[in-house]
């Protein structure tokens, strides 16, 4: 039930694509939904968040989409760029101490 | 202003050895949390700490013990180490929102 599944585990897009991860979870009691960047030797770096009661967050070429109904979100990163090759995880928040449940990544890589 | 930091960057110990993880938490921050992130995976939360006691703790062994000092600074504390603690040891702070990750310690257990 704290679980969060993320697809795909790898995604290779073209310079300039979109690239899109998705993430799904069961648990209503998540209440705050973080995407984290994270290079390699590098800890996650946070990237966007949104809570349940919004639909749509954008941030320059990052952006979340949200549905509660479904209890999915996912993340589009528009115009992607070569830098953007890094682990991607979605995470969600729950409990008295708001710990982080993650997702298992996806690995993005960005041809130039 | 200086973010999470984390000492040592590397650790290599023997299976059965005990070892001592520190963290610094962002200037302003008050709340520690650690998390374990094995090869390939994503983090996962083992406890947090906010006035210097234990609020909550995920699914770990009690070979796994931390302390957080009136600085608000933390320490992790893994006994007994097996090979299967070999992983990225994560310290996050945080305020009331978002967690800042540190860049971690890496633990290799041989």
């Known amino acids: 039930q704290q679980q969060v599944k993320q697809s795909p585990q790898s995604l290779i897009v073209q310079k300039g694509g979109i690239s899109i991860i998705n993430c799904a979870y069961e648990n209503t009691a998540f209440d705050y939904f973080p995407w984290y960047q994270q290079f390699p030797g590098k800890g996650p770096a946070l990237l966007i968040a949104i809570r349940p009661d919004v639909s749509e967050k954008k941030e320059g070429r990052f952006t979340i989409s949200f549905n509660k109904s479904a209890k999915q979100f996912s993340l589009h990163i528009m115009d992607s760029q070569p830098g953007d090759s890094a682990t991607y995880f979605c995470?969600?928040?729950?409990?008295?101490?708001?710990?982080?449940?993650f997702g298992s990544g996806t690995q993005l890589t960005v041809l130039p | 202003d200086a973010g999470v930091t984390q000492s040592p960057t590397h650790l290599i110990k023997t299976r059965g050895q005990q070892v001592t993880l520190r963290c610094s938490p962002k200037s302003g921050h008050d709340t520690v949390s650690w998390y374990q992130q094995a090869l390939g995976q994503g983090p996962q939360f083992i406890f947090q700490y906010y006035e210097e006691e234990e609020r909550q703790r995920g699914n770990f062994p009690d070979r796994f013990s931390g302390h957080q000092f009136p600085n608000y600074s933390s320490e992790l504390n893994v006994n007994a180490l097996l090979l299967g603690d070999s992983a990225l040891y994560l310290c996050a702070s945080s305020t009331k929102e978002e967690q800042y990750f540190g860049p971690g310690t890496r633990l290799t257990v041989t």
């Open positions: 995470a969600a928040r729950w409990g008295s101490a708001r710990q982080l449940t």
